[in-house]
């Protein structure tokens, strides 16, 4: 009698651990079902037109100032204007950045880049970018470049996404006293976000520009930067920018420029 009851027993814990699992394995399938349903989702509303228009502002601005033995300035101002509607998009970006040391000006740079974007599916986008630089240390009076391209996003998750893009350009640089050379170029970049805490942000974008017919003019621009919130509007960051001219246009020009910049930052 012992043994039949010793027999039911585990009889019956072995159907319940089958049971356990086969409930497990279900809703592992139904997990796998909604995150397929979820994806498919997100790309049938990629194709829906939207009838809002969304607007942003970000500004972010830093200055130092140093008096005493050394009596050095320097103010970085670096904004970001974007909208979308329907399957457009565009992005209008401006970078000032100022330097004197004993009231002789060192650095003065801008750069401006205006981006239009049009939707071809969740991850692809056809674009055209129109960008201008103006360094007035660098041997260029300024420096013009404009065309197609598209857009890529190769990772994207609840905390990290990776965008890359390329460009075919005609470019245009006017040199200081000189001349000016116009020329066939392209332009890749890649832009990196990843929410490192729950609150401090890592950001990171790298372009190369290059002539084709010349490869050894090209140029090569970076900014690291990590950013932490104040409020829904304010946040604090420092960012380390890298400027980089493989052909300087003037002898005795250094080929890179390099700022690193505590500022503030606005989102509206």
Not at 9 to 17: E, T
Not at 26 to 49: G, W
Not at 118 to 145: A, N, P, T
Not at 252 to 264: A, E, M, P, Y
Request: negative net charge.
């Amino acid at each position: 009698m012992i043994k039949k009851v010793a027999a039911l027993s585990i009889a019956a814990s072995c159907l319940l651990a089958q049971n356990i699992q086969d409930i497990k394995d279900e809703i592992k399938e139904t997990k796998e079902k909604i995150a397929k349903l979820d994806a498919n989702l997100k790309e049938l509303e990629s194709y829906v037109p939207k009838d809002d228009f969304i607007f942003k502002i970000r500004g972010e601005a830093g200055y130092t100032l140093n008096s005493g033995n050394s009596d050095t300035e320097a103010l970085n101002m670096d904004g970001k204007v974007s909208g979308n509607w329907d399957l457009h998009s565009f992005e209008l970006s401006m970078l000032w950045q100022y330097g004197a040391d004993h009231d002789i000006k060192n650095t003065s740079r801008f750069v401006g880049e205006l981006l239009y974007d049009y939707k071809l599916s969740q991850r692809l986008s056809i674009d055209y970018l129109g960008g201008y630089k103006d360094d007035e240390f660098s041997g260029f009076d300024y420096q013009f470049y404009t065309g197609p391209g598209a857009k890529y996003i190769t990772l994207e998750t609840d905390f990290q996404d990776l965008t890359i893009d390329g460009n075919l350009l005609y470019a245009k640089d006017k040199i200081f006293g000189g001349y000016d050379r116009s020329y066939a170029a392209y332009r890749l970049q890649g832009v990196y976000n990843m929410q490192v805490l729950e609150n401090l942000k890592f950001h990171q974008i790298f372009n190369y520009r290059s002539e084709f017919s010349d490869v050894e003019n090209y140029f090569m621009y970076s900014k690291t930067a990590f950013t932490t919130e104040l409020s829904p509007m304010f946040s604090a960051g420092i960012a380390y920018y890298i400027d980089y001219i493989n052909k300087p246009a003037l002898p005795g020009k250094t080929s890179t420029d390099k700022v690193f910049t505590f500022n503030l930052i606005a989102d509206y």
